[in-house]
């Protein structure tokens, strides 16, 4: 059949609706562990101070076998175990990340060692935000009738960007990848139930981690910029106030928009930042603490691979079930947060 140019023009209409839905996920964790302990041989730190702050007791870091690419293809394998997949049937593989392997791009290497040779592969950087945000982003290119398959994987090695003699800043990192299969379905069975994205540049300068190089003669009176990066920079008072303010409006936001209460959602599952922020959603919604994920004691926040990794976690030891409600919520750098209610359909463990 050959369509016409209006056919052509109105296809989006002509197609059936569809939805997306999570059906796999997967992740991974360098093996070495620096607890708070061993953290504080380093600097003037010590596990209480640690802990009260901040709910985390240790943090995984990469070691020098480890690299972006290999933690996450292992993640993303694994979701493809999952689900069941074979890699050359994947369409997309979308990585969010703020600490690539190669600045010109990450992810065509996963592509490359997955074996996903008729996917498209490119890279998402939104820091902290960069997974829900690879998700949303996703699930525009499923329900928009271009692909059927999709692994988003959200990775991070903030360890090579960080300033182990402050204090502040290196008691927070860690490094991780995890990964989550999407594939098309009915729009009736849509996974993304609602979602919100948001940014504000005018207070970036509060998590940054920002280019540093010296200027170097080039030819003539020309001089030329040689890149390099700093360390993570941050002011956490800033960015806690930002968290327990801006996540519960763009949750409450969600539920009205999918006509929900608070009551109704099995799990609530937020970037891995902090306890206290954690908490703080929490309890501006009175979510039960039992039905709050958080890892953070154990891996601390690995940025992107928070969420994917709390979620690999909860499916495979059987808290996440099939039909189960998460409200999730990203945020960080940019400044950037967004929200999104999801609803799980992968097989059980």
């Known amino acids: 059949m050959v ?3 209006t056919e052509l023009t109105n296809l989006p209409q002509l197609l059936p609706p569809r939805g997306m839905e999570l059906v796999a996920c997967g992740s991974c ?18 596990d209480d101070w640690i802990r009260d702050r901040t709910g985390i007791g240790s943090r995984r870091i990469a070691s020098e076998a480890d690299s972006l690419t290999s933690l996450a293809s292992d993640a993303a394998q694994a979701a493809l175990d999952l689900a069941g997949w074979r890699a050359e049937d994947l369409d997309l593989i979308l990585l969010a990340t703020s600490s690539p392997d190669d600045l010109f791009g990450t992810a065509p290497r ?7 040779d008729r996917a498209v592969a490119f890279d998402l950087t939104a820091a902290c935000s960069g997974f829900l945000f690879a998700l949303i ?19 991070d090695l903030l360890s090579r960007w960080v300033d182990w003699d402050d204090r502040r800043t290196c008691v927070l990192f860690g490094d991780g990848a995890g990964a989550v299969a999407l594939q098309a379905c009915p729009a009736e069975q849509d996974g993304l139930v609602a979602f919100r994205m948001r940014s504000d540049g005018q207070r970036n300068s509060c998590l940054t981690l920002a280019r540093s190089g010296a200027r170097l003669p080039l ?3 020309l001089s030329r910029e040689v890149g390099g990066f700093g360390t993570i920079a941050m002011n956490g008072q800033e960015v806690y106030k930002f968290a327990v ?4 409006l763009v949750l409450a936001d969600l539920l009205e928009q999918a006509g929900l209460g608070a009551e109704q959602l099995d799990w609530l599952l ?6 206290r922020i954690l908490d703080a959603v929490a309890d501006r919604f009175a979510v039960p603490r ?16 928070t969420i994917p990794l709390m979620l690999d976690e909860a499916v495979r030891d059987g808290r996440i079930r099939p039909g189960h409600l998460i409200a999730s919520s990203g945020f960080g750098a940019g400044l950037s947060w967004g929200g999104a209610l999801l609803r799980w359909s992968g097989p059980p463990p």
Not at 110 to 116: K, R, S, T
Not at 137 to 153: C, E, H, N, P, Y
Not at 245 to 248: A, F, I, N, S
Not at 291 to 299: E, K, P, Q, S
């Open 3 to 5: 369509l016409s140019a």
């Open 29 to 46: 964790l360098p093996q070495s562990v620096v607890s708070n302990a061993l953290l504080s041989s380093r600097v003037d730190t010590n």
């Open 110 to 116: 996963i592509q490359a060692v997955l074996g996903a």
């Open 137 to 155: 982003t996703a699930a525009q290119f499923i329900r928009g009738g271009s692909m059927d398959k999709v692994l988003v994987i959200g990775a």
């Open 219 to 221: 030819v003539g009176d």
């Open 245 to 248: 303010r801006e996540v519960p």
């Open 270 to 275: 937020l970037h891995q930042a902090n306890q």
């Open 290 to 305: 039992e039905r709050v994920l958080t890892n953070l004691a154990a891996y601390g926040n690995t940025s992107a691979a």
